[in-house]
């Protein structure tokens, strides 16, 4: 089946940098990738849509200047947090939507980022 | 994209068949049901998805009624790996429109 990777599996920083996560889709070409955030004990929630070659689209009370999104290419999409604050630690999940193959048209998941922001 | 409901949580014992309810009363026509699963602290993990026919892969079965307002999840044999939180969405495939997750149901399975 379709994999898709992310990376780091897990990242500490301190409060006011940066951090970088990367989403790959392994065996597949995504036009399209997805990120999510996940608190403790909650669904997941939909930040933005990031579209290869494209600005990415976010979604309401997302600040895109605080996560930045690019799309480089078919397998590969980034998520930045920028001055990272300790409200930003959370569980972050990218997943890529798949077009070719059966099943049609469904997105798979990475293992998600847990991130904590000291 | 239609909203569905869920029961918050469900328990199974292992080796019986899991049955996980989900209404979506204000479906459309062109909305897919699809159902994925997430076990603790990792990425949501594809099962299944149909537009109005049954259907059946590996992993589990997905039964809509006729009127497709609502739909279960089969999990046949379920396994103590089977324990996860359930999550049923419905929305418009071949759109590249989003996922929306609701709260889900969390599936125990009890040896």
């Known amino acids: 089946g379709a994999v898709v990777s992310q990376h780091p599996s897990r990242v500490i920083c301190k409060s006011g940098t940066s951090v970088k996560i990367e989403c790959r889709s392994l065996?597949?070409?995504?036009?399209?990738m997805f990120w999510y955030r996940q608190f403790p004990k909650q669904s997941l929630m939909l930040m933005a849509t990031?579209?290869?070659?494209?600005?990415?689209?976010?979604e309401q009370g997302v600040e895109k200047d605080k996560f930045l999104i690019n799309h480089a290419s078919l397998t590969l999409s980034t998520l930045t947090v920028t001055s990272a604050h300790p409200e930003d630690s959370s569980f972050y999940i990218c997943?890529?939507?798949?077009?070719?193959?059966?099943?049609?048209?469904?997105?798979?998941f990475g293992p998600g980022t847990r991130l904590t922001v000291l | 994209d239609a909203k569905t409901t869920q029961p918050t949580s469900m328990d199974c014992a292992e080796g019986r068949a899991a049955n996980l309810p989900c209404n979506h009363s204000?479906?459309?026509?062109?909305?897919?049901v699809y159902w994925y699963r997430q076990i603790h602290s990792q990425g949501p993990q594809y099962i299944i998805h149909?537009?109005?026919n049954n259907e059946t892969n590996e992993m589990a079965s997905l039964i809509i009624t006729e009127d497709r307002k609502s739909s279960t999840l089969i999990l046949p044999h379920a396994t103590l790996r089977d324990t996860a939180v359930y999550y049923c969405?419905?929305?418009?495939?071949?759109?590249?429109?989003?996922?929306?997750f609701g709260t889900g149901t969390s599936l125990t399975v009890i040896p």
């Open positions: 997943s890529a939507r798949s077009m070719g193959g059966p099943p049609t048209d469904t997105q798979y």
């Open positions: 990031s579209n290869e070659g494209s600005k990415a689209t976010y």
């Open positions: 204000t479906i459309s026509g062109n909305e897919y």
């Open positions: 065996d597949f070409q995504a036009t399209t």
């Open positions: 969405i419905v929305r418009v495939a071949n759109t590249g429109n989003q996922f929306y």
């Open positions: 149909g537009l109005k």
